[in-house]
């Protein structure tokens, strides 16, 4: 089973910063696309920020100017950074990304992470 380790949630305060980490598994195959979604309470999950190895670097409009995903080939993170944090950007994050775990022969899969919280609050 692939898991995702996610980390840097937090409770920060309205304007600051803060960074959250994704990891796939050192010795995964191939990673086609990884990124970041949330979920407010009560509301659907909805996309963050992804990188894919296909059409680049996508950002949610509600994101863009204010947040800076990345990934890391080599040690296969993905961190999101997260700058001038505002009250409604307070929900659970979750890494998600599709892979092949182990050869060529398995078949792309999407796997999402435990999830971390995020809480913007004065």
């Known amino acids: 089973q692939v898991q995702l380790v996610e980390s840097g949630g937090g409770l920060v305060q309205p304007g600051e910063s803060l960074t959250l980490s994704c990891a796939a598994p050192?010795?995964?195959?191939?990673?086609?696309?990884i990124g970041w979604y949330r979920q407010k309470a009560g509301e659907q999950r909805e996309m963050v920020a992804q990188v894919d190895a296909s059409t680049g670097t996508d950002y949610a409009d509600f994101v863009k100017g204010r947040f800076l995903i990345t990934y890391d080939g080599t040690k296969k993170t993905a961190p999101l950074q997260m700058t001038n944090l505002k009250p409604e950007d307070t929900a659970v994050y979750y890494c998600r990304s599709q892979l092949r775990p182990h050869s060529i022969q398995d078949q792309i899969t999407t796997y999402w992470g435990q999830g971390t919280q995020v809480t913007v609050a004065s």
């Open positions: 050192g010795s995964t195959f191939a990673v086609y696309n």
